[in-house]
């Protein structure tokens, strides 16, 4: 028997414009005004940049401005080189990289919700027929569900920041969501179409992150086709394997005629793709596990009670095709010995659907439990944010003011009458929020997760409106890049350099620093990076440490960071 008893006064939709703009109103703050942050964010566009400004070997051979960067893949790399070339002279470079994350995020989102309603609306998943009549329509269903599977989606804690940065995942976690979708099309009506246009989303996959995740997706749907028992879906769904491999082989075989550089990234990036497949450890299964309780709230508490409230449909696609893609995602955790992030952004587009049809059959006591703990959750971040920032612009209470200019030291606080104005209406509308929720106890089947969805929102915008002056200040490296800049003259030839992919993208870009190529030799200028705390301080390289080759002429750092340090030589003049 179905686990569902819904009214029709339980699926009122929400409205096609509030969706959208509640995308965007998620979207837009973070890729707005700030610079390239530490890590993947800064790295990745830094060979988006190089792209742009560079030539077809350069589009082959990721790289940042001469530091071979063969992992992943060239795919998100190239889309955003593209809209560097299309939206740079108007938007800035960094800003106009961040476009395509901005499409990517409206990619998943819409995949995430078409999904759910193709899946609602199935014959299988409907609710039971109440005896007088008045159950809801299929297709009133599945757009409630779909609702309900976005604000679900949007409310996970993972993804969060990562929707936001310039990086392969944002790309490939939309991707997955989209693949989603075309299968549900695929087991819902097999046709060659389908698996064709799959096919070429699992070879954009391979050409996004790797090999791996996309093989084991196709073997995974492969393996639900014979668990349903359409042998006809498996016949049409081996189609999608040539094709793959035709999308992903064409930047392959590219590289092999072409060989930019006189050199390729076939075989690191090969190595790189070896080594996500490991042997189970400890330490990869318990990260997963105790990083994936918040990266994936709130959706697997709906989710898991999904999976039990459906048990007796378990071939049922609304549950069989989510539980097999979170299988998979899962499994390839496991056996990923790099603890990452990255390895567990897959999984929150299948759980997000999931959740959606635990909805309708959670207990009121544990939909409560949940709104409560976002009420309480959120609303104390958002007041934390509040008093920071109140605090760095007047300066009381001082031990709060104190903590936070601690952070970015150098920064000098600036009101700014427009985003105080945003945040303040933004505060405003997340109580009237919670008064709606609060007060009237809606019926409808989303109202589970609206403070979720909605507390997430408030929080992310508020730090991106009334702390973002301070997070630039604190994680860009843009400070340090001018500083090395004045230190150099314009006659050098190159500078050669052991510093990481984000710091050296940012010293490119902020600081028009020439760095050496995979051609050039004898540079005159040499950038190490070391830690602070190291006893010997920066050691030269074997190859250039001798007595008086080169003269240090500027040591430096970021100032909030206390271990990251920075030395600058020239080469002396009789060498």
């Given at each position: 028997m179905k686990p569902v008893r819904l009214p029709a006064a339980a699926t009122n939709a929400l409205p096609r414009w509030a969706i959208f703009a509640l995308c965007l109103l998620y979207i837009l703050p973070g890729l707005i005004a700030r610079d390239p942050w530490k890590g993947d964010?800064?790295?990745?566009?830094?060979?988006?940049?190089?792209?742009a400004h560079g030539g077809l070997h350069d589009w082959l051979w990721p790289h940042i401005v001469g530091m071979p960067m063969p992992e992943e893949g060239p795919l998100?790399?190239?889309?955003?080189?593209?809209?560097?070339?299309?939206?740079?002279?108007?938007f800035g470079d960094p800003m106009a990289a961040r476009i395509s994350t901005g499409i990517f995020f409206m990619l998943g989102a819409v995949s995430v919700w078409y999904t759910t309603f193709l899946l609602g609306r199935r014959p299988e998943?409907?609710?039971?027929?109440?005896?007088?009549?008045?159950?809801?329509?299929?297709?009133?269903?599945?757009?409630?569900?779909?609702?309900?599977?976005?604000?679900?989606?949007?409310g996970c804690l993972g993804l969060l920041v990562r929707s936001h940065e310039t990086s392969a995942e944002t790309l490939q976690i939309s991707l997955v969501a989209y693949a989603l979708y075309l299968s549900a099309r695929l087991f819902d009506a097999p046709t060659k179409r389908s698996a064709v246009k799959l096919g070429l989303i699992l070879g954009l996959l391979v050409l996004t992150r790797g090999w791996v995740l996309p093989l084991a997706l196709f073997g995974s749907l492969l393996t639900l086709c014979f668990y349903r028992q359409?042998?006809?879906?498996?016949?049409?769904?081996?189609?999608?394997l040539p094709v793959a491999i035709l999308a992903a082989g064409s930047w392959v075989l590219s590289v092999i005629l072409i060989h930019p550089f006189d050199s390729s990234p076939y075989p690191a990036w090969m190595l790189w793709n070896y080594r996500q497949i490991?042997?189970?450890?400890?330490?990869?299964?318990?990260?997963?596990?105790?990083?994936?309780?918040w990266f994936a709230w709130p959706a697997w508490p709906f989710a898991a009670w999904a999976i039990y409230a459906w048990r007796k449909q378990e071939r049922a696609l609304?549950?069989?095709?989510?539980?097999?893609?979170?299988?998979?995602?899962?499994?390839?955790a496991f056996i990923n010995n790099y603890s990452e992030e990255g390895i567990l952004l897959p999984i929150l587009p299948p759980l997000a659907i999931l959740a959606a049809f635990g909805l309708p059959t959670m207990r009121r006591s544990a939909i409560n439990a949940v709104d409560w703990f976002a009420l309480m959750v959120m609303t104390g971040v958002a007041a934390i944010v509040w008093l920071g920032w109140i605090a760095e612009q007047t300066g009381w209470p001082p031990s709060i003011a104190k903590k936070v200019l601690s952070w970015a030291p150098g920064f000098q606080p600036e009101f700014n009458v427009f985003t105080f104005i945003i945040a303040l209406l933004v505060s405003i509308a997340w109580f009237r929020l919670v008064y709606w929720r609060i007060s009237r106890q809606p019926s409808v089947l989303w109202r589970a997760v609206v403070l979720s969805s909605g507390g997430a929102i408030l929080c992310w915008l508020l730090l991106m409106t009334l702390w973002l002056p301070l997070i630039n200040q604190r994680i860009s490296y843009a400070n340090v890049a001018l500083q090395i800049a004045e230190k150099i003259s314009s006659q050098y030839r190159c500078i050669d350099s052991n510093t990481g992919p984000s710091q050296r993208a940012s010293f490119a870009y902020f600081g028009k620093v020439r760095f050496a190529g995979f051609s050039d030799q004898n540079c005159d200028v040499l950038l190490l990076q070391s830690s602070r705390h190291s006893q010997s301080g920066p050691l030269l390289p074997a190859d250039k440490n001798y007595p008086g080759a080169w003269?240090?002429?500027?040591?430096?750092?970021?100032?909030?960071?206390?271990?990251?340090?920075?030395?600058?030589?020239?080469?002396?003049?009789?060498n």
């Open positions: 964010d800064a790295a990745s566009f830094g060979i988006m940049w190089t792209m998100t790399f190239w889309l955003g080189a593209i809209c560097i070339n299309l939206f740079g002279w108007l998943a409907q609710p039971l027929k109440l005896a007088f009549g008045g159950q809801p329509e299929p297709k009133d269903f599945g757009r409630t569900l779909a609702d309900g599977a976005l604000l679900i989606y949007l359409q042998k006809q879906c498996a016949r049409i769904l081996c189609i999608s490991a042997i189970p450890s400890i330490a990869s299964i318990s990260y997963f596990f105790k990083y994936g309780i609304h549950i069989s095709l989510p539980v097999t893609f979170l299988l998979c995602f899962t499994l390839l003269e240090l002429i500027w040591e430096g750092h970021r100032a909030a960071d206390k271990d990251e340090f920075f030395s600058l030589y020239r080469k002396n003049k009789f």
